[in-house]
């Protein structure tokens, strides 16, 4: 199939940027998405233009490199799977695809398609664990967890960090990615003692960062590629209320 | 050149407990005088960075992504390995360590595989306490699978994501240092040389993937933990980004490279569908328990599945096989499939692939039981090939999934260059000749959290802290190397894509030195590999400048490496004449087509020196002992 692409390009983080437009040839329908921004990346080398940069690495879904706003959509429309776990046979011949980077006032461009998503990293690292040093922990099984518990922080804990949810939101909120770290640590008991401070700590780095609110609308959730459920936003709120009440 | 693995002595069992005891200690005052680079932020990074920052000592951390939390460990799905014997049906350390010796065909070091069997109870007990949410029972206790290479229990897991919730749990303690201002984390930065001092590692030249600045970093240590080379086969199940870059920079600066030509294929992964594939995706072996596999018997057979009647095929493991069947063991299974593809009977429009039939399970259990058990596998597939294994069978194939082979390191996990570590998938570790599943997420941890922060101390002990300076003549000479090779790359402006070269060396290291190798094959691949890499030089095309991100420019850099370790792992298979594990030597096999080990001439680990760019690198030994267990032959009949 042939495609017309509108792809944005951003020499670096100071450029103004703009949509340029690219015909990709030939595409087979088994392509992933990302290999086929390689065969229109390997026809503009040889064209002696520089190739479009984009983030990825995994390719499966799971390392959360990849980030592209397709047609408006993070990752595209298709539910629940990454931008490098799209596949071109869902477009047809004809179509013209809008590819931009994320956008949001936290996650600036660096270059074409990639962004800087450092500000994730900094709110793990103001409480986004459990302060248990290396050794002199008790036997694995020495404190059973109840397993709707343990399957619920798994649930919580299956973000990959890839900023869809911020992508995706009118707000750039940060909500469902803090509420799930939040929401995981909180449900186990290894994580109990530290909850308050915990949240608290994150919930001021998100604003220090400059994520915006949550007004609930949810297009985190639908965005997610992991289909993180809203209900963490909900459970991160209470911590949160409860952490603020104790201080 | 003798190599001294400085393995402790006493009994096995008491070897790691007696070493911790003899290695000197640092007074916790004076560690925070101490600084170690460690490049690397998966399982064996990440755990490294974490434990030696909560010890006090200083740390700088590099990773090419933009968080250390997309290391490729990430990607993991089966499980991690540990001698719990929570289950009660048997395990133990010692039954650990023997089926990590016996599954890597006898080709690993005792004492270091005996230390890791020790501690694998501690890692789960350790990312417990981080909050790492395993699998558990209703009672509330953790659970257990099985995995290949054992007949116990022993595998911990979370869902299909385990190497992503263990990654999660050491990149979070790790975070909780860089917060304390313990670990200075550099994300995009890769790593393009070491810098030695008087022969001790002493730092790194870095290169910001951003800004494109080449700059050194001074330190007392240099940890590598930069994973496999898988991707020297442009085609595998690694991560994109996945290299030998550092690894291989390490060797050319007198690290030994040990036993490059061990690589595990994994047989059932979904095959390539065209030339623009990027990468492979791997199926969990599990589905072998149901599945069927079979080819036409007609060579060239372009009939859809359904159409070739029963009696034209060829159920080739059960033909072959018959005892084992459609589990036969991973090596034999690979072989087995590009041996029937090679003779014409593959399927795909590629004719690489094999059908991986589930109708007579579908038949004989019903089509809930089947997606009760593999539901989630057969939607990933789904959404890849666009066909319904239900309806139709899976077509697989091999792919290259991990390296056995890397930098040699001693009990210390120490190189032979005095104060580089190595750790993780990158050091040629514990796994001998083949890796069994579940280990390597083991293993990593293992290295980071449990080993390394008891030698690199010991190793500290006796160096004066902060000796080595970034103005030191060794820094500059290094770093003016890095900036001239990069404006080499820059300057050929050539008519060739990166990718282009790297297929043509994948496509020359699959066909002669994947699944079977001999002595012709590896001969040819000798001849070619140099001159792909003298075209390259002549004809490649980097676009753009180094002074900005360019992600052209970084897999060139990555592929021109590639293009020199091919010809190593190459010149290794062609000088193993045996076959062992992974490593299959056509020339070398019992009547049955099994691996034939000659364990008078090879039970031994080759590490290769680099001699220079005109000369052949010269292959050293270590030789096994095994003192606690007999060699055998591997048998799965
Ligand atoms: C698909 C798949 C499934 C697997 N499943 C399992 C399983 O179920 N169980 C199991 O035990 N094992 C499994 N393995 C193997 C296991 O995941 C790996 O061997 C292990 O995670 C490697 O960890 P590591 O820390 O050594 O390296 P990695 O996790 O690969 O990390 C390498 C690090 O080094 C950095 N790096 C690399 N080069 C440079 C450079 N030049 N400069 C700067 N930084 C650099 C990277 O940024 C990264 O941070 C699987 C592997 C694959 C591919
Ligand atoms: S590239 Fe890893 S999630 Fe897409």
Redesign the interface.
């Known amino acids: 199939m042939n495609l017309t692409l509108k792809v944005w390009r951003q020499k670096h983080k100071e450029d103004q940027g703009l949509m340029v437009t690219y015909e990709a040839k030939d595409i087979n329908s088994h392509m992933s998405f990302l290999e086929m921004l390689d065969v229109v990346n390997e026809d503009l080398i040889k064209k002696g233009e520089e190739p479009i940069a984009f983030d990825h690495d995994c390719r499966e879904g799971i390392c959360g490199a990849c980030s592209l706003m397709i047609n408006g959509v993070p990752h595209g429309s298709e539910k629940g799977i990454t931008a490098c776990q799209l596949h071109m046979r869902h477009f047809k011949d004809g179509d013209v695809i809008y590819i931009e980077p994320w956008r949001a006032r936290a996650f600036p461009v660096i270059k074409d398609l990639i962004v800087d998503r450092s500000a994730f990293d900094r709110i793990i690292q103001s409480g986004g664990f459990v302060s248990a040093t290396t050794g002199g922990v008790p036997d694995a099984n020495a404190i059973p967890i109840a397993k709707p518990d343990s399957d619920s922080a798994m649930d919580a804990a299956a973000c990959i960090g890839c900023g869809a949810c911020v992508a995706a939101c009118p707000n750039a909120s940060a909500m469902l990615f803090v509420g799930a770290k939040v929401s995981q640590l909180a449900l186990l008991p290894q994580g109990k003692i530290e909850r308050e401070q915990r949240v608290l700590n994150m919930v001021r780095t998100m604003d220090e960062e400059n994520f915006g609110n949550c007004t609930n609308h949810f297009e985190c959730e639908a965005a997610c590629p992991k289909e993180i459920s809203v209900q963490y936003i909900a459970q991160m709120n209470r911590e949160y209320l409860r952490a603020a009440a104790k201080q | 050149m003798t190599l001294d693995p400085k393995v402790p002595d006493g009994p096995l069992a008491e070897k790691w407990d007696k070493h911790r005891f003899q290695m000197k200690l640092i007074n916790p005052a004076n560690k925070r005088k101490y600084k170690i680079i460690i490049v690397g932020t998966g399982l064996a990074g990440a ?1 490294a960075g ?2 030696l920052a ?1 010890l006090g000592y200083e740390v700088e951390s590099f990773c090419y ?6 290391a ?1 460990s ?2 993991a799905q089966g499980g991690i390995n540990a001698a ?1 014997n ?1 289950p009660n049906d048997g395990d133990s350390i010692w039954r650990l360590f023997y089926d990590t010796v016996k599954g890597g065909d006898f080709r690993a070091r005792e004492a270091n595989v005996y230390r890791l069997a020790q501690v694998s ?2 890692i ?8 790492v ?10 659970d257990n699978r099985s995995f290949g290479g054992a007949q116990v229990s022993r595998t911990f897991y ?2 299909g ?1 385990t190497g ?2 263990l990654l ?1 749990g050491a ?3 790790f ?2 240092q ?2 304390l201002g313990k670990v200075k ?1 550099y ?1 995009r930065t890769e790593m393009l040389d070491l810098v030695v001092v008087d022969g001790h590692a002493k730092g790194i030249v870095v290169r910001d993937m ?1 800004t494109g600045q080449i700059r050194t970093h001074s330190a007392d240590a240099v940890v590598l933990a930069t994973g496999g080379y898988g991707n020297a086969f442009y085609l595998s199940t690694n ?3 996945c290299n030998v870059t550092a690894a291989y920079r390490a060797y050319k600066k007198g690290a030994f490279f040990a036993n490059p030509c061990y690589t595990q294929i994994h047989p059932t992964c979904i095959p390539v ?2 030339d ?4 492979l ?1 791997l199926m969990s072996e599990s589905l072998r328990n149901d599945g069927r596999i079979w080819v036409s018997k007609k060579k060239g057979d372009k009939r859809p599945p359904a159409q070739i009647p029963e009696e034209e095929r060829d159920y080739y493991l059960e033909r072959k096989y018959p005892s084992f069947g459609n589990l036969a063991p991973r090596d034999i299974s690979s072989r087995s499939a590009k041996e029937v593809c090679d003779e014409g009977h593959g399927v795909g429009e590629s004719g690489l692939g094999v059908y991986l039939d589930f109708a007579d399970a579908i038949k004989r259990l019903g089509e809930n039981a089947i997606r009760e058990k593999y539901g989630n596998l057969f939607h990933m597939y789904e ?4 066909e319904n294994p239900y309806q139709m069978p899976m077509r697989i194939y091999p792919a290259v999934h991990y390296t056995m082979g890397g930098l040699w390191v001693d009990y210390n996990l120490m190189s032979n260059l005095p104060g580089l570590f190595v750790a993780g998938e990158a050091n040629f570790s514990d796994h001998g000749a083949n890796r069994l599943g579940a280990s390597a997420l083991m293993q990593g941890l293992a290295d980071g ?2 080993v390394l ?1 008891y030698t690199i101390g010991d190793y500290l002990s006796k160096v004066k802290p902060g000796s080595a300076k970034t103005d030191m003549p060794e820094f500059q000479d290094a770093k003016e190397e890095i900036v001239a090779k990069t404006k080499r790359l820059l300057g050929v402006k050539g ?1 060739k ?1 990166v ?2 070269f790297h297929r043509e060396l994948g496509h020359v290291l699959w066909g002669y030195c994947g699944m079977a190798r001999d002595e012709e094959g590896l001969k040819k691949a000798l001849v070619r590999i140099p001159e792909i890499r003298e075209e390259f030089w002549k004809n490649v ?1 980097v ?2 400048s180094n002074e ?2 360019n ?2 420019l970084e897999k060139a850099g990555r592929v021109a490496d590639f293009l020199e370790f091919g010809e190593l792992l190459c010149l290794d298979a062609l000088e193993r004449r045996e076959s062992c594990g992974g490593h299959f030597r056509v020339e070398h096999q019992t009547e049955e087509g099994e691996a034939k080990r000659d364990d008078r001439k090879f039970c031994h680990v080759a590490a290769w020196e680099y001699k220079g760019p005109n000369a052949s690198p010269e292959r050293h030994k270590e030789e096994l002992k095994y003192e606690n267990v007999t060699l055998a032959t591997r048998s799965y009949k």
């Open positions: 755990s974490a434990s909560e992504q933009d968080s250390p939390r997309r490729h990430i990607a719990k929570y109870n501690a789960i007990d350790q990312c417990v306490a981080q909050g949410p395993f699998a558990r029972e209703y009672s509330g206790y953790l979370a869902r994501q992503q919730q999660l990149y979070q303690a975070s909780r860089i917060g984390m994300p951003v991560a994109k980004g569908s065209g623009y594939q990027s990468k995706t959404k890849i090939t666009g959290y449990f922060p008519k894509t990718d282009e095309c676009l753009g900005e991100l992600q052209s």
